[in-house]
């Protein structure tokens, strides 16, 4: 049973906020943990403001990516180039952040990332807060079909062919389901109708049978076109 928590924001810059306190919180948490950034220009915000103000952190914070477009890793387009500014504020190690080496054949960037995934599991570093985005389309990291997620079984990172013509690099849903905290970040419009779909359980929407395995999780959103679709703030959606 997944039991799916929405919470309701009245702007983006509170949406924004409230992203930016969350990852703080789990950034300055004590101990080894991992987090886990999603793409995208949502989450950038809080990015660049944790940049500028840095909170201090255990030695055992981990970083790693809810997928990866197949661009050089300085190109705007690259979820790691976008997040840089806080990598490097955080003055983390190469060795706590797990990468797409997309330098290498697609199929061996996702061979090597699934490597990088599970040394961290084998270490017993403990999957902390994990950010995900939601599509129109209602796909999820870079896992966009059922074709996907078929792939994706007994893996912990694959290569994916977009529909947008682009390649990727995704985890998968057996590696979201060892995140104990994963929250989706919602603040485009157009997205309503599969915030809704998310919402309602929807089983064939991608994005929810990719968090099938994760016994809680949340939805952030701030989206005027969805206002009167959402459960008020913090009130838990239907459960299965």
Known sequence: MTTLTTRRFASRAALDAALEQRLRQAI???GASAIMLSGGTTPLPA?????QRPPPHDEGLHIVFSDERYVPSDADASNYHQARALLEALALPASAVARVRTELPIEEAASDYERQLAALLNAGVPLGLGLLGLGADGHTASLFGTADLERARGHLAIAVHRPDGMSAVS???????????PVFVVASSGKHLAVAALIAQDPNLIAWRAVQGCPRLELWVHDANAADLLPAAGAPANRR
């Open 28 to 30: 300055g948490a004590s």
């Open 47 to 51: 990015y660049r403001e944790l940049a």
């Open 171 to 181: 985890v998968t849903p057996d590696f979201l389901a060892g995140v104990r905290e």
